[in-house]
DNA sequence: ATGAAAGCGCTAACAA
DNA sequence: TTGTTAGCGCTTTCAT
């Protein structure tokens, strides 16, 4: 910068100015010097400015990744939140900084300027670990009570209840529930399901499963089948475990959606193209992402943010 | 660091040379800054140090994020990659920054140490722009001839190859190729391929699709059937591909294998759960992160880096 | 409209 | 083994 001042025959602050395209500047200087910067390939260094403004221009993603084979990040939809959470803070001039929670004791992280932590596991654990950087964050799952957390998610809930009006609405009086209610996000589409039902006086069938995987959801309903349950509809928790039991379904004989109906949860594109072409829950992920970098870049500029749901939309498709 | 000089009654030198655990400086007072940094939640300026020491101990990692339907970096299994990057780098101390395409103009790319490109398009022109940075560079990919990138990426030609040794070995003689060769990398499958077919004097029929989707591979056999082309064999650039060609082929009353064999690639886990069991091409994703992490890191440090191709291996399953 | 001075928090080089 | 000095490159305050 003090060359370049010297270039321009003024001095380093004024070229500080004329980069930043302050009106401090006179116009001409200040495009004489944008374009010296240009030409000679000027770089400004990122270290010097954010330790002058004591600001790291930086928000940390802190991304649970379990070892374990339990839905963890890595999996293919919830990572569109990062692509919202990307564009979002690129476009307000902040960069993404990705974190591992294994990771996240890392410098780096505590220079950020604040957290978003993605994880749909147990989540109380990892928020209260990084309330200690005493940073501005903000949290992807579902919103607990006594939680003062700002979180943002989608309307699990209502995700569940729509799927029970659904099931009550096609005259379905024996709903199966699979999934595992240990995550907060599950247990809120847990308790939509079984609320909305009990309105109808229906009691669905709870069948626990850990995974989110097909191969579960097949043995889910060779497990309902086993015992001779009574069932006519069923709710799964992710579209691999719907297409699992629909399998398992047909492998049992069962037609779908005559004899018994599915309903998935992400209306992924797989899910889409499954035969029979799946119904399933929607939520966006996208706009998940956008939402998130939002609060954590209020809350980081010092104004307030409130704790918000997305909606769902259950799409209705042959199953 | 002052004020922690002044509580311990030593300079800040010195308290800068304990945290940083410097044997220059007598045990016991290393501990007794260390322990008095704990207790007063003393926070290292990031920024600070990386000025003065002109590292940021930051790679940018630059995700190709074409608007497209086209395979994509935030498709589920190149992200894995990204899992051995983050994995790599966190634990040589560095930190990840995530950029798209899109963003990666901003300020904080420049201020990296060095850049992982992760791009499976048209490649050059996005190497050639952020070639322009200066910056240690190495990209996910397939090596060109006349490129002097370093390069990592998977031994795509190997993968090819051993698809068209199982087919001639298990007699096939009428394979099929469905991919997009305007991928660098799906070219590099389909040259194996097509090479390894000629030295058995067969010749595989080309079926451009350019979409990685299921029902781009439902689309492709469809149209074999319709113009009644002679085929015993598929090989599939993605596993998604592949499970459509099949559903195609069960639809049309052809038995798979016994009537036409079928080949995927990634070894995802939907094509082990698929029925049946899809065989398929494992390339090692995470594997992969590792080493373009430490192949920048090696350019950073101003070692020299070779371009690397990781093995491929055919999974034979149920196809 | 421009500039001079000061300092953000850290560490490398050179003393002591 | 510890300390002093200097300076990384930038921007805010207070002149001019």
Redesign the interface.
């Known amino acids: 910068m003090a060359d370049l001042a010297d270039l321009a025959g003024v001095s380093k602050i004024t070229v500080s100015r004329a980069l930043a395209d302050s009106p401090l500047v006179n116009i001409r200087t200040r495009t004489r010097v944008q374009e010296l910067a240009r030409e000679h390939g000027y770089?400004?260094?990122?270290?010097?400015?954010?330790?002058r403004l004591r600001r790291?221009?930086?928000i940390a993603?802190i991304v649970e990744?379990k070892p374990s084979s339990d839905r963890t990040m890595?999996?293919?939809y919830p990572?569109?939140l990062?692509?919202g959470i990307?564009?979002e803070l690129?476009?307000a001039?902040y960069?993404?900084?990705?974190?591992?929670r294994?990771?996240s004791s890392?410098?780096?992280?505590?220079?950020a300027d604040g957290v978003i932590l993605l994880g749909q596991g147990v989540r109380q654990d990892a928020v209260r670990l990084y309330d200690k950087l005493g940073l501005p964050m903000v949290v992807w799952g579902a919103k607990s009570v006594g939680d003062s957390h700002v979180v943002v998610g989608s309307d699990n809930r209502h995700g569940g209840i729509s799927v029970a009006e659904r099931f009550v609405s096609i005259g379905r009086r024996h709903p199966v529930f699979i999934g595992n209610p240990d995550h907060p996000e599950i247990a809120e589409r847990l308790h939509g399901f079984v609320d909305e039902l009990a309105r109808h006086n229906v009691k669905p069938l709870l069948m626990r499963r850990d995974e989110f995987?097909?191969?579960s959801g097949v043995d889910a309903v060779h497990s309902l089948s086993r015992r001779k349950a009574r069932f006519d509809s069923i709710f799964a928790c992710s579209d691999?475990l719907a297409m699992?039991a629909i399998?398992a379904l047909v492998e049992l004989g069962h037609q779908v959606p005559s004899d018994v109906s599915v309903v998935g949860y992400d209306d992924s594109?797989?899910g889409a193209?499954f035969?029979p072409p799946l119904s399933s829950v929607r939520q966006n992920w996208q706009e998940g992402g956008m939402l998130l970098a939002r609060k954590v870049l209020a809350l980081v500029e010092g104004q307030p943010a409130e704790s918000e749901m997305l909606p769902t939309t259950l799409v209705v498709r042959a199953t």
């Not at 960069?95 to 591992?100: G, H």
Request: aromatic share 2%; no cysteine; proline share 4%.
């Open positions: 770089k400004l260094n990122v270290s010097a400015r954010n330790l790291s221009h930086t993603v990744m890595w999996d293919p990572l569109t990062l692509g990307s564009q690129t476009s001039g960069s993404v900084l990705l974190t591992t294994q990771g890392a410098a780096a992280v505590q220079a995987t097909l191969s691999l699992g399998r594109p797989l193209s035969l």
